[in-house]
């Protein structure tokens, strides 16, 4: 790739994790991309050891680490807006100017490949509103029935990630449209499980009767939205993001999974035959919730979300 070639601008959101954020960094220097926006989270109140790591952080995005001919934009917030508003709002001020866009945050370190991979995705889905999400991520690696280096999911997971405009302006971090019966048929038409359906739902109702000023998350939403408009995610065949953030803000040393952290990444084929099919995966999708997202509940919470279904329907 030839040096500013790289059209297609990068968002990166970082906080206080300054080592983790100049791995990352490291990867865009490679990279060269012609537009960078950088979001910078302030420390929180009453956290005066954060105050030096956001620093560190924001320091840098100078002239010492940006050597090339680079549009940078920066939002470096005087107070602290929190995770949930802090990622979605940094994603919608990219969007205020750029019609698509690869998200980035300081714990998700991107194999190379990852940026090829966005740009062919961003390119070739552009006008197929279906397609609301790139991942870069590729979880339960042991699913092997898969025939191409890419396929489609209902589920948009966000370590590191792409998007457009288009789709992104139905994000609601409010999720104002809930409601609780009608969603449930609307997702079931796309799990055809009532146990999974049931899953989310209750996530979603979690979610919004936390309030509008009591979310800590933001993804989410975002998967509420994609279920309501049955958007649907590509993913890459191979992992192409590691997340490096073990001992971060999102991660507890007393309580984590070490198969999410830390996962190899393998280089994306871009030579590959690009799918024809748009169409989501639905093996996959129901090998997936059962084995990542519902691994950890024990038969009992199954069988609650079960009887819940059953009252429900």
């Known amino acids: 790739?030839?040096?500013?070639?790289?059209?297609?601008?990068?968002?990166?959101?970082?906080?206080?994790?300054?080592?983790?954020?100049?791995?990352?960094?490291?990867?865009?220097?490679?990279?060269?991309?012609?537009?960078?926006?950088?979001?910078?989270d302030a420390a929180?109140?009453?956290?005066?050891?954060?105050?030096?790591?956001?620093?560190?952080?924001?320091?840098?995005?100078?002239?010492?680490?940006?050597?090339?001919?680079?549009?940078?934009?920066?939002?470096?917030?005087?107070?602290?807006?929190?995770?949930?508003?802090?990622?979605?709002?940094?994603?919608?001020?990219?969007?205020?100017?750029?019609?698509?866009?690869?998200?980035?945050e300081d714990d998700c370190l991107p194999h190379l490949s990852f940026f090829e991979y966005c740009d062919t995705m961003l390119k070739k889905y552009a006008d197929t509103p279906e397609v609301m999400h790139i991942a870069g991520t590729r979880w339960n690696d042991e699913f092997k029935k898969v025939d191409d280096n890419y396929f489609f999911s209902r589920i948009g997971h966000v370590w590191g990630w792409a998007t457009w405009k288009r789709a992104w302006k139905l994000f609601d971090y409010n999720m104002s449209t809930w409601n609780r019966a009608n969603d449930r048929k609307t997702i079931y038409k796309q799990l055809n499980s009532v146990i999974q359906t049931q899953f989310w739902i209750d996530n979603f109702q979690r979610m919004f009767d936390k309030g509008m000023n009591n979310k800590n998350v933001w993804d989410y939403q975002w998967q509420y939205a994609m279920f309501m408009h049955k958007g649907l995610s590509v993913v890459p065949y191979a992992n192409l993001i590691s997340n490096i953030g073990i001992e971060g803000t999102h991660a507890s040393l007393d309580n984590k999974d070490q198969g999410v952290f830390?996962?190899?990444?393998?280089?994306?084929?871009?030579?590959?035959?690009?799918?024809?099919?748009?169409?989501?995966?639905?093996?996959?999708?129901?090998?997936?919730?059962?084995?990542f997202f519902m691994k950890a509940n024990n038969p009992v919470i199954k069988l609650k979300w079960f009887i819940k279904a059953c009252l429900a329907s």
Not at 72 to 87: H, L
Request: one cysteine or more.
């Open 44 to 104: 929180r109140a009453g956290k005066k050891d954060e105050l030096s790591a956001v620093n560190q952080c924001r320091s840098l995005f100078n002239s010492e680490h940006i050597t090339w001919d680079c549009e940078i934009k920066t939002w470096f917030a005087d107070a602290n807006i929190g995770c949930g508003r802090a990622v979605s709002s940094a994603i919608s001020w990219m969007f205020e100017t750029e019609e698509c866009g690869i998200i980035l």
């Open 1 to 40: 790739m030839k040096e500013n070639s790289f059209d297609i601008p990068v968002l990166l959101v970082t906080f206080n994790r300054p080592t983790c954020t100049a791995q990352v960094l490291e990867k865009i220097v490679q990279l060269k991309p012609k537009k960078l926006y950088v979001f910078s």
């Open 262 to 291: 830390n996962r190899q990444t393998i280089r994306w084929n871009q030579d590959a035959k690009l799918v024809n099919q748009v169409k989501a995966n639905h093996d996959y999708d129901n090998y997936h919730i059962v084995n």
